[in-house]
């Protein structure tokens, strides 16, 4: 063995980790922009701080087929880290059970899900819990997913937490 093919090896060597950290990040941008709804803003109503804050009060939308959504998150101001009692009133429609999506906006911040049980027509319970976030201040989506098929989701309430 020569020393042009030892370097060209140790070469090859360093670089084949690199690619294969590129290729393992790419693909978990792709599995996440398919997981995570709400990609397409012109599909879903979006409730902003500034129209209703989830901080200070339960919010309410109008869904575009018709019916309201009332969402509430409790205690409030809404914490990081610590169980969140939510519960959502829905008009309209009465699905079995409802996902509730949370994303960060300006990061992501993996994939967080809370399933709402019925406990009677049109209301709905559960428990979420929101990741810790490095950064002063975390803008997040609550997404509604009827029976937590992506497409029937019609709103987003958008609220920021604090550290």
Request: hydrophobic share 45%; charged share 20%.
């Amino acid at each position: 063995m020569n020393a042009r093919t030892t370097t060209t090896g140790r070469r090859l060597g360093r670089l084949v980790p690199w690619l294969a950290g590129l290729a393992a990040i790419g693909a978990l941008w792709v599995w996440a922009d398919r997981l995570v709804p709400g990609r397409d803003a012109a599909a879903l109503l979006v409730v902003a701080p500034e129209d209703c804050d989830l901080n200070q009060q339960a919010c309410t939308a109008d869904l575009p087929s018709g019916g309201q959504a009332l969402l509430d998150l409790e205690p409030r101001p809404v914490p990081m880290q610590e169980p969140l009692a939510v519960t959502l009133q829905l008009t309209g429609q009465d699905p079995d059970w409802v996902e509730l999506d949370l994303t960060g906006v300006e990061m992501y911040m993996g994939f967080n899900r809370a399933r709402l049980e019925r406990v009677a027509p049109g209301s709905y319970r559960g428990e979420a819990v929101l990741p810790v976030c490095a950064s002063e201040s975390m803008t997040w989506a609550a997404t509604l997913l009827p029976e937590g098929a992506a497409e029937r989701g019609q709103v987003q309430f958008r609220f920021v937490t604090r550290r």
